[in-house]
């Protein structure tokens, strides 16, 4: 009894990774459709108004800029569409993953020495 579900449990996960593709719109949207600040500029406005330390407030806006939403599909379509220049600063950004071994270049992927053999050995490269 407990040996089916064990193999039921097994059944339902795979070693099998694949990577979402998207394929970029040949439009280029405006650089303002990719991201909505609104929270943002609110708070650094409440932050800017009060009487704290210079400091504090250079913290709390640095924080308040994890409230900006950014819009994923548009940035992938804005990346199509741009100069090199500006393409390379989103890759370094993190705005967009090109690939693995750039992920990791940039430290957006860490990888235990242990885990990257094991795959090597398990699929090859």
């Known amino acids: 009894m407990f040996g089916i579900l064990e193999d039921q449990e097994d059944k339902k996960y795979t070693t099998k990774i694949d990577a979402p593709i ?9 650089i ?15 932050i800017d108004q009060s009487g704290l330390p ?7 806006v640095d924080s308040a800029r994890r409230h900006t939403i950014f819009n994923y599909e548009k940035i992938a379509d804005y ?8 393409q390379q600063m989103m890759e ?15 430290g957006y992927v860490k990888i235990c020495e242990d885990i990257k053999n094991q795959y090597l050995e398990e699929y090859g490269e």
């Not at 998207?22 to 405006?30: A, D, F, G, I, W």
């Not at 990346?79 to 500006?86: E, L, P, R, T």
């Not at 370094?92 to 940039?106: N, P, T």
């Open 92 to 106: 370094r950004s993190g705005l967009v993953i090109i690939d693995f071994e750039k992920a990791i270049e940039y």
């Open 79 to 86: 990346y199509a569409n741009a100069s090199k220049d500006m």
């Open 32 to 46: 303002l459709e990719l991201y909505d600040n609104q929270k943002t500029k609110r708070l650094i406005r409440e």
């Open 22 to 30: 998207y394929e970029p719109k040949n439009l280029k949207p405006h």
């Open 54 to 60: 210079i400091e504090e407030k250079m913290f709390l």
